[in-house]
């Protein structure tokens, strides 16, 4: 008897656990807006606090893992989505997004403070917040001590002198990896990016999956990096970033970023409201904000990528140490969403296999 | 209706039948055997009893109340397992202690039980020992005290002294009836040993096969067993075909070394039946006699330390007896005459 | 007797034997109730909606393309690696671990109980920080290297494991060491040593013994420990990435590639059924074997079984191993360890710092007692389910299916069941989104076979009439499980609660799929560092392990101390 007392006890808990009440909103008490981002997002407490003052709304974030893991989710879910806004969608993964219709057209008006080289929609079911090159990292130091020219071109890469000294990241599972193949086919093009790679691979190229294990763990440039190969695929903001984050210690970033016409790929992010919201007007809102100054302004020490909006002022450490590609090389989103798969088997026949 | 009752108790193992029809009583305060070769299925029917295992047919009764759905630990019966189960995480005094725990006795209640219990086995200075230290009898003793302990209505023993030396079985073997009279506890013993069945109980249950073959106190059921297998399972070895002559009025028997006069009158046979003849060896008499007289060759003679045993040849067959060893005993070759008391024949019917 | 009475009396008979008869039985399915329910809403229930989904995706794929790329070269290829890395490893690890699980089984030294909490380290460490450790150990710039380069005057380092096959198996020895050593350990610490000194007296040389005897008598624990490496090893994703290179894919990995970065559902869902296919059918095996493998044993208690080394031999033996076990486990932790001191405590100091602001900043006592949480939960839930499960399926001889059943989620891929739970956790009866309900759920589902292998060994090897005679002396079933069962189990249920405290503790990609960011954990807040450049946040991504190791080591030795009385095992 007393046993199944206990019995009924923990089937009770257990189901109390299970269904615990959605916290339904009392009339005047803030609203409730869902923002999916993925996990790298960051953003100042007190910007968020602002825009919740302002339209008396409690911003909930939602991290949903790296880009690609997060659209899928949001497409997954888009019968019954998790969130009213989602933000940073690249335009590696733009038009698979697009494809799967998951957002509404927003014709938002801080649009106009946009260069419209950034704006890759034309129907406005995105807007694009802000950008950062992926371009070649190199350490300072190597390049000095063996007087070595640092690279001008990807073309640069395959010479003799630069044998060994790269790393990448493997496009299947990175993102600055997959932005760097596309900035090769950018540059040479189908037919003839292979043919670059091949010879890349003669030149002992090491690919590694994670940027954080080719930037950490091979790259040496950085003031915590544990390899030998002072050529690294990063961002063009990461010489900033070992500045800010060496405290002091440094006054001049250890590494550079290679930026010249032809090297880098910019990746941009977008924003968009999620079909099936309920809050529509709340993320219309949040979309103003977005573009607005207070949240550009926020965007570089937070994610160490430029603000879309170029009026906004930059950190010092920006100013000083944080570069924008010259000419980044192009590829269309529709192209990238078509060949994606393609371009990247063909790429690990030449690379890996 | 007895203390303990089970009628008709059906049980297969693994497809084959292992009890097939048991049923017998127990009567209160009674030290029961249940005896019998290995395989007759007497430590099942123990189980039975215990309700570790469920009849495939038949009740248990106890006190009259149907028990045979009634689980184990609503029974108030305990076995005691031949490998004596003894907890190997608990003490000797916790060991003890676990029944009376179970019927939710007062702390205080449960230490004066096994400060008992613990006297009546002579394991005073043993309350914290380590169970997995202890040796064979000692482990005996507390699985005794153990099953003791909570005052069981019945107490099953499964080859309570199988796993011991035989010093200490010897000892036991005096030990346990004394003790279990003391507490005046209904116990049912499970042997394959007829001396430990003899020795422990006021009555026995000889299975085999499945059934019961005959019930009665250990003198009974020795001086007049039921049949031939009976009565070697027992050890009486002295049997012999046998025809009862065919007039009403004369008690003569013919075996194959001749005519015996028997004058048992109430269980002789129908005149001209057929069966066997046992000769309890305690009446054959090696001397020259007017009833019954036999002779025979000595074929073999052992030496048992208390007693001498001899072999004869008679015609059919053999006679064995024992012999005090005050006697000069015959040696292997000699002739010689005897005779059988009259008392000592039980016929055995076919 | 009349015939219509007896028949009567046959029929009554029968009825009350049936209800008899299946009493025992109806309490065993209902002891199954409840991890059932558990195993149908929390993993074939997403399961079956991401199926359901991946064939409607995009309008429905190509079954004829989908079926040749499926059982194409490639996938044939990824499957024989997947399997022959996972083989290698787990004998590996096996080989490695049976000399400590001696040692630790029969030996007592000073130290024993904080080694084997360490020996659990590396199981919830993330593949990111085991990488760093690995690479500070054995990596280009390691003093090893360093030294040879000057020795020999060499330009390159002359050791690099990484990204080979040699980095895989020693990073799955690194993780999987522990398992070996506590499941096999645990259960060879209770078992009889007199069982092996009668064959050494029956003319058996030591070896003879083991092998004979005592190696026989451990293949449940055996088997249990090499099922769980296998299947480990057979869906490892981090350390094929991070420290294989992209040379390397195994089903997993191939399956996250498919679904996130190519979008693929159609193929990774058929991945996934591949590799849950594998799985079942090993488990199988496995569980059928068991069943012919267990059998009740005299287990012994501790003191009785184990002694201090005595012989130089014996010393040198236990040194050895132990040192094997510092130079494979301790080497990578204390190097990480250290080296989030390289800066005094400033990187300590840094994580309770948020000069930027951010919304998300992770302050560390939050990060702690978020995981700690959550790790609790699953360890309560895992050893609630895992308890019931073993019990009602130890002595069943149709137990083996269900069983096999309970060890799926080990081998199915996170991602999918990730999506899954994204499709099926939106709406009633199960609106969990974002609760932390259902991380709880989520990584219950992963400790729960752990806490399973680590008890029904044991349960199976406890002799019968040590719970009949309970019974008999008045104990109802529960008490009998009270009295009986759990003091003997206790060890090995320590150690599965120890396993999925650890399992939770150390989980990233559910948490990371289905937490919200107001309930960071400390491997959330450990990616969150080192998805930026700078030496504070690698600093701060360090001294973060550091404190989830210091952590796990004194949530293990917490969970080992809570012990009740006469459980000293």
Not at chain 2, 200 to 229: C, F, K, M
Not at chain 3, 120 to 139: C, K, M, Y
Request: proline content about 7%; hydrophobic content about 50%.
């Amino acid at each position: 008897m007393k046993s199944r007392i206990v019995w009924i006890v923990i089937v009770l808990a257990l189901l109390g656990g299970c269904a615990k009440p959605t916290p339904e909103a009392a009339p005047g008490a803030p609203r409730v807006l869902r923002v999916m981002v993925y996990d790298s997002f960051s953003v100042s407490e007190d910007v968020i606090a602002r825009f919740e003052a302002e339209n008396n709304a409690t911003v909930q974030f939602l991290k949903a893992g790296d880009a690609g893991k997060m659209l899928n989710q949001a497409i997954l879910s888009r019968d019954n989505p998790q969130a009213d806004v989602l933000y940073g969608l690249d335009n590696t993964f733009l038009s698979r997004a697009l494809n799967a219709d998951i957002f509404e057209p927003y014709r938002a008006k801080n649009l106009a403070s946009i260069p419209k080289a950034l704006h890759l929609d034309n129907k406005y079911r995105v807007v694009p917040t802000d950008f950062g090159d992926v371009c070649l990292n190199y350490d300072k130091a190597y390049f000095d001590e063996h007087a070595l020219p640092i690279p001008q071109s990807l073309a640069d890469l395959t010479k003799p002198e630069y044998k060994g000294l790269l790393v990448v990241e493997n496009p299947a599972s990175s993102s600055p990896g997959l932005a760097f193949l596309i900035a090769t086919i950018g540059v040479f093009g189908e037919e003839g990016y292979l043919d670059f790679w091949a010879d890349l691979r003669a030149n002992d190229v090491l690919v590694v999956d994670g940027w954080d294990t080719a930037y950490y763990s091979e790259f040496s440039g950085g003031a915590y990096s544990e390899g030998v190969r002072p050529l690294v695929v990063s961002y063009a903001t990461s010489p900033a970033a070992e500045v800010f984050f060496s405290e002091g210690a440094l006054t001049e970033p250890p590494t550079g970023a290679i930026t010249a016409p032809g090297t880098c790929f910019r990746q941009i992010e977008f924003a968009g409201i999620l079909k099936g919201t309920e809050n529509r007007d709340l993320a219309e809102a949040f979309i103003e904000f977005l573009l607005g100054a207070d949240f550009q302004a926020d965007i570089p020490l937070q994610m160490w990528v430029f603000p879309a909006n170029p009026n906004v002022a930059l950190p010092q450490v920006f100013v000083e140490f944080a570069l924008e590609a010259a000419q980044p090389a192009e590829v269309p989103a529709a192209a990238i969403e078509a060949n994606r798969e393609q371009w990247i088997e063909a790429w690990a026949d030449v690379v890996l296999r | 209706m007895a203390f303990l009752e089970l009628t008709d108790i059906h049980k297969t193992y693994e497809n084959a039948p292992l009890l097939c029809g048991a049923t017998f009583g127990v009567e209160r305060g009674e030290i029961a055997c249940l005896l019998g070769p290995s395989g007759s299925g007497k430590t099942t029917l123990l189980r039975i009893i215990a309700g570790l295992e469920t009849p495939e047919r038949g009740r248990v009764f106890i006190e009259g109340t149907d028990i045979t759905a009634l689980p184990a630990h609503r029974r108030g019966v305990v076995l005691m397992f031949q490998d004596y189960a003894l907890f190997p995480h608990r003490t000797v005094a916790q060991n003890i202690a676990f029944g009376l725990r179970m019927r939710r006795h007062s702390r205080a209640a449960i230490a004066a039980r096994v400060a008992e219990m613990l006297a009546l086995t002579g394991l005073e200075d043993f309350a914290d020992r380590d169970v997995n230290v202890l040796s064979g009898g000692e482990r005996q003793r507390v699985a005794l005290a153990r099953s003791l302990a909570p005052q069981p209505r019945l107490l099953l023993l499964d080859e309570p002294l199988g796993a011991l030396d035989r010093n200490l079985r010897e000892r036991l073997l005096e030990d346990l009836p004394v003790i279990l009279r003391r507490v005046g506890v209904t116990a049912i013993t499970v042997t394959h040993d007829q001396e430990e069945a003899f020795a422990l109980s006021d009555r026995v249950i000889l299975l085999n096969e499945g059934r019961v073959v005959q019930t009665g106190r250990p003198e009974a059921l020795y001086d007049r067993p039921h049949n031939t297998w009976v009565a070697r399972f027992l050890g009486l070895e002295n049997l012999f075909p046998a025809r009862r002559s065919d007039w009403q009025s004369d008690l003569r028997i013919e075996v194959p070394f001749g005519v015996l006069t028997i004058n048992d009158q109430a269980d002789a046979p129908p005149p001209g039946a057929e069966g066997h003849l046992l000769i309890h060896p305690w009446g054959i008499h090696l001397e020259a006699g007017t009833v019954n007289a036999f002779n025979a060759q000595v074929t073999q003679r052992t030496f048992h330390g208390s007693y001498f045993r001899l072999t004869l040849a008679v015609d059919g067959g053999t006679l064995r007896l024992d012999i005090a060893p005050g006697q000069t005993p015959p040696a292997p070759g000699e002739t010689l005459h005897g005779w059988i008391d009259p008392a000592a024949l039980r016929w055995l019917p076919a | 007797m009349p015939d219509n009475t007896d028949n009567e009396s046959r029929i009554t008979n029968h009825e009350s034997q049936k209800a008899v008869r299946h009493s025992p039985f109806a309490i065993r399915h209902l002891l199954l109730v409840l991890p059932l329910l558990f195993l149908a809403l929390f993993y074939f229930y997403p399961l079956s909606a991401i199926f359901r989904v991946s064939l409607t995706w995009d309008g429905g794929p190509a079954l004829d393309a989908l079926m040749t790329r499926l059982f194409g070269a490639a996938t044939l290829h990824t499957l024989g690696f997947t399997a022959g890395q996972a083989a290698l490893s787990t004998a590996l690890t096996l080989l490695l671990g049976l000399p400590g699980a001696y040692v630790f089984a029969r030996y007592d030294f000073p130290g024993k109980r904080l080694l084997n909490a360490l020996t659990t380290v590396p199981f919830v460490l993330p593949t990111v920080v085991v990488a760093a450790a690995f690479t500070a150990v054995l990596g280009p710039r390691s003093p090893l290297n360093t030294a040879l380069m000057s020795a020999f005057n060499l330009a390159r380092p002359p050791l690099d494991l990484r990204y080979t096959l040699g980095a895989i198996l020693l990073a799955h020895v690194f993780y999987n060491y522990t398992l070996v050593l506590r499941i096999v350990g645990s259960f060879w610490a209770n078992l009889d040593p007199h069982l092996e000194q009668a064959a050494r007296t029956l003319g058996a040389s030591p070896w003879r013994a083991f092998v004979e005897v005592t190696l026989p008598l451990l293949l449940p624990a055996l088997a249990a420990a090499a099922l769980l490496v296998f299947i480990f090893c057979f869906t490892s994703f981090g350390v094929i990435l991070i420290l294989g290179g992209p040379r390397f894919a195994t089903l997993e990995v191939a399956i996250y590639r498919q679904a996130i970065d190519m979008g693929n559902l159609p193929l990774a869902a058929g991945l996934s059924l591949i590799q849950i296919l594998c799985t079942l059918g090993l488990t199988v095996v496995y569980t059928r074997l068991q069943g012919r493998l267990a059998r009740p044993l005299d287990l012994r208690p501790r003191w009785v079984t184990q002694r201090k080394p005595r012989t130089a031999g014996e010393i040198t033996f236990v040194l050895a191993n132990v040192g094997l076990g510092a130079a494979l486990l301790g080497l990578p932790l204390v190097t990480l360890a250290a080296r989030s001191f390289d800066a005094g405590l400033r990187y300590y100091a840094a994580l309770f710092e948020n000069p930027r602001g951010s919304i998300f900043y992770v302050p560390p006592v939050a990060a702690v007692g978020n995981s700690v949480k959550f790790a609790l939960g699953t360890t309560t839930l895992a050893l609630l389910l895992g308890v019931l499960t073993a019990t009602a399926l130890y002595h069943r001889k149709q137990g083996w299916m269900l069983d096999a059943l309970f060890m799926l989620p080990l081998g199915t891929s996170a991602v999918t069941l990730g999506l899954g739970y994204l499709l099926v956790m939106a709406r009633p009866p199960l609106a969990l989104r974002g609760t932390p309900a259902l991380i709880v759920f989520g990584h219950t589902l992963v400790a729960l076979p752990f806490v399973v292998r680590n008890v029904m060994p044991v349960l199976q090897a406890i002799r019968p009439s040590l719970r009949e005679a309970a019974a008999t002396l008045g104990a109802p079933p529960a008490r009998v499980f009270a009295e009986v069962d759990l003091p003997i189990v206790w060890r090995a249920l320590a150690v599965g609660a120890v396993f999925a405290f650890t399992v939770s503790m150390g989980e990233f990609g559910a948490t990371s799929m289905i937490a919200r960011p107001e309930l960071p954990t400390i491997p959330i807040a450990i990616y969150r560092f080192l998805s930026q450049a700078g030496a504070l946040n690698y600093g701060q991504a360090l001294a973060m392990s550091t404190l989830l190791m210091a952590v796990c080591v004194t949530g293990f030795v917490a969970i080992e101390s809570l012990r009740p009385p006469g459980s000293e095992w």
